[in-house]
């Protein structure tokens, strides 16, 4: 079984830009999240989704974020426009459990803004 | 609301040595408690997780972890660390209750494995 996947796996921009992250989850997996890791800290949560619903969306550090999980499937995450601060690791995570104790994390995105 | 703090940000050890990396956690219901390990250009890999049934637990690679509710700890260990442990590892706690489901991480611990 595949599991947590995304894409790309670097991505290398100029401030200003736009950028769009995608995360497919496990099959199946109706809640997905979004954490990210930035200059080092900790991995902070980001977002929630049940199927298509945004369920907890308390961690988007602005409106320049912005997520989307069309049809309950994958998910995307873009950020436009992208600043210097913004550059970190993007980790996606999906649980079949809307707790979370089965909880299942991609390898990453790793965002640089220049 | 829920956090973790793990305690040294880097551990170095020798091959064959005991591994211990400290995490406590403060929670306001039980919680439920994950150790994380990232793998050097490798995604986040569940190493255990304590779920509400047996306080010790045991997860891959020889790794086990201890809840001390008294403590509020939950703390890693591995009786013989091995060259392939050296990573990057993570604390985390999520509320067992309520409507908050996000992980909170910890700033994880760095360990290195002298030969």
């Known amino acids: 079984e595949a599991g947590v996947t995304q894409f790309p796996s670097h991505s290398v921009i100029e401030k200003g830009q736009t950028v769009t992250l995608r995360c497919d989850p496990i099959?199946?997996?109706?809640?997905l999240y979004w954490y990210r890791r930035v200059m080092g800290k900790e991995i902070k949560f980001l977002l929630h989704f049940v199927k298509e619903s945004k369920q907890d969306e308390s961690g988007m550090p602005n409106n320049r974020f912005l997520a989307e999980r069309t049809g309950g499937t994958y998910s995307t995450l873009k950020v436009q426009p992208a600043e210097l601060e913004d550059s970190g690791v993007y980790f996606c995570?999906?649980?079949?459990?809307?707790?979370?104790?089965?909880?299942?994390f991609g390898p990453g995105t790793r965002l640089t803004v220049l | 609301a829920q956090s973790v703090t793990q305690l040294g940000s880097h551990v170095s050890v020798s091959e064959g040595a005991l591994v211990l990396l400290r995490c406590n956690y403060s929670s306001s219901v039980p919680p439920y408690l994950f150790w994380y390990v990232q793998y050097p250009n490798q995604g986040l890999q569940l190493l255990l997780k304590y779920t509400s049934a047996a306080t010790l637990v045991k997860g891959i690679n020889g790794f086990e972890a201890e809840f001390k509710k008294s403590e509020t700890s939950f703390h890693l260990t591995k009786p013989s660390a091995h060259m392939s442990d050296a990573a990057e590892y993570f604390c985390?706690?999520?509320?067992?209750?309520?409507?908050?489901?996000?992980?909170?991480f910890g700033a994880g611990t760095t360990v290195t494995v002298r030969a």
């Open positions: 985390a706690v999520s509320a067992s209750r309520s409507n908050d489901y996000k992980l909170s």
């Open positions: 995570a999906s649980s079949q459990d809307q707790r979370g104790r089965f909880r299942f």
């Open positions: 099959s199946g997996h109706d809640n």
